[in-house]
């Protein structure tokens, strides 16, 4: 009579090949990361020298900064931020250390020695910082948001570029950028606000939900907004692209030009990915005017000994090569330098690329996705990530709590094979707001949550302002957050 492998024997030998895989796995990742440390540490050197020759005020790095009342001086901050800058710790190299990096770093202070020169003077008037810089891409489309400003970096006072979709039965729908003396004002329409994620743009809505939803929201005015520094909207240098920064951008572009304050004015927000920190922010802030919060796919994470910036990016950015989504968002958020890197061969090429992508495709109309990939500076991505994604972590808790005390309703909708963000982010801000809905889509990923099935999500969405607008509004508390 034959005999079979007992159990305990059968397991143990399948589980030697997953562990010999797992070790080669992490090992080849810590080779890669280890390159990629040697490479960062080169490319500093070799944009300081860079910015120091093609540069009048050449920006310091993060390489050598310490976390130390922002990292920068006195009259930087208060120049750039009034003073009050709420900055991510994640932005300097003291936090986001390596060994690897270290040891190169211990072995030129003693081999090659510390440079005596002068350092570089920080306390410089932010406009002399020039913007686009010279790794920037300079092209008509990437600069227009300048106007006559010259050679200035606007510091962010330039207007948000809006995709507005007026209430008709034809699904119009057109983009602007409203000059200071222009508004517009649409009575007894309900109005909402679509904030797209990190390195895209206003493009994930009015491409595709603003389409596809004739007939659905075709009474509703809505707004998607391209964030500060990314699509066609302002890319100051000189700006730190702080959670308060974007929230008054949005303030000053959209919600005041559109008499979004005025009188019993209101709105819903609808939000992906990134977007979910600056809406709920902005929830926070204007309690009494927001109507209802839907987020998409929203980077949150418990509380715990580590701080919350740092568990961000150990969570979002993770060291890995697979997946390619977060191997990418690893070499973008760690490495200052090989970010800028691929910035200036991609972003400022990004003519090339797209008429390449053209070309061998055959398709002269660019997918918005790959377009909106090249459409940011690297000052304003690796910013952008830090101070919003990672530092505005920190705000998610008291900004939860002021939404949950105003009793704005909130639906969380999730993507059960999101490999970006994971969905227990959901559960997590779920178990945070325990009268929000949630919602988790099998076989759906961080971006087909929404894409592909725009028009359901379209009813899905208007059902939830409908059922927002039953809520008893007795006994709610209401306390805004200043920002």
């Keep these: 009579?034959?005999?079979f492998p007992s159990a305990s024997r059968w397991s143990s030998s399948t589980k030697w090949p997953r562990r010999a895989a797992g070790a080669?796995?992490?090992?080849?990742?810590a080779a890669v990361f280890a390159v990629l440390d040697v490479a960062d540490v080169i490319l500093c050197f070799v944009y300081a020298l860079l910015d120091g020759v093609l540069e009048d005020s050449p920006m310091r790095c993060y390489c050598h900064r310490s976390y130390d009342n922002g990292g920068i001086s006195e009259a930087t901050a208060a120049a750039v931020d009034g003073g009050d800058?709420?900055?991510?710790?994640?932005l300097y190299a003291c936090v986001r250390r390596s060994t690897v990096r270290d040891?190169?770093?211990y072995l030129l202070r003693h081999v090659v020695g510390r440079r005596r020169g002068t350092p570089p003077d920080e306390t410089v008037a932010p406009c002399k910082w020039r913007s686009p810089r010279w790794s920037d891409c300079a092209c008509r489309s990437c600069v227009a948001w300048r106007g006559g400003e010259g050679g200035g970096g606007g510091g962010g006072s330039g207007r948000l570029h809006i995709v507005v979709k007026e209430p008709d039965r034809e699904g119009n729908v057109h983009a602007c950028t409203l000059k200071q003396s222009e508004t517009t004002t649409t009575p007894d329409a309900e109005n909402a606000i679509f904030v797209h994620g990190f390195t895209s743009s206003s493009s994930f809505w009015s491409e595709t939900v603003f389409r596809e939803s004739s007939f659905i929201l075709d009474d509703c005015r809505l707004f998607a907004v391209d964030l500060l520094g990314f699509g066609r909207s302002p890319k100051p240098a000189n700006c730190m692209y702080r959670v308060r920064d974007h929230v008054e951008a949005i303030e000053r572009s959209l919600i005041e030009p559109h008499g979004l304050m005025s009188g019993s004015a209101s709105f819903h927000l609808v939000s992906h990915s990134m977007g979910c920190i600056i809406a709920l922010a902005l929830a926070a802030k204007h309690p009494t005017r927001v109507k209802s919060i839907t987020l998409v796919a929203p980077p949150y994470f418990l509380p715990c000994e580590q701080k919350a910036s740092q568990v961000a990016l150990n969570r979002l950015a993770e060291k890995k090569l697979?997946?390619?989504?977060?191997?990418?968002?690893a070499v973008m958020s760690w490495y200052e330098h090989v970010g800028r890197t691929v910035c200036f061969l991609v972003c400022k090429n990004h003519l090339l690329w797209e008429w390449l992508f053209s070309l061998f495709t055959g398709n002269t109309d660019v997918d918005f996705r790959v377009r909106d990939l090249t459409k940011h500076t690297h000052h304003s991505a690796w910013h952008t990530m830090h101070n919003v994604i990672c530092g505005g972590a920190a705000l998610q808790d008291r900004n939860l709590e002021a939404v949950a005390a105003a009793g704005i309703p909130v639906q969380v909708v999730h993507g059960a094979d999101d490999q970006v963000v994971p969905v227990e982010c959901s559960r997590h801000l779920k178990a945070k707001l325990p009268r929000a809905k949630l919602r988790v889509m099998d076989r759906r990923d961080h971006s087909t949550v929404v894409l592909g099935r725009e028009r359901d999500f379209a009813k899905e969405v208007k059902a939830f302002w409908w059922s927002a607008a039953q809520r008893p509004t007795h006994q709610i508390r209401v306390e805004s957050v200043v920002i």
């Design 85 to 90: 800058h709420e900055v991510s710790d994640t």
């Design 1 to 3: 009579m034959p005999t």
């Design 103 to 105: 040891a190169i770093l």
């Design 322 to 329: 697979w997946p390619p989504l977060l191997f990418g968002s």
């Design 24 to 29: 080669a796995s992490t090992a080849l990742a």
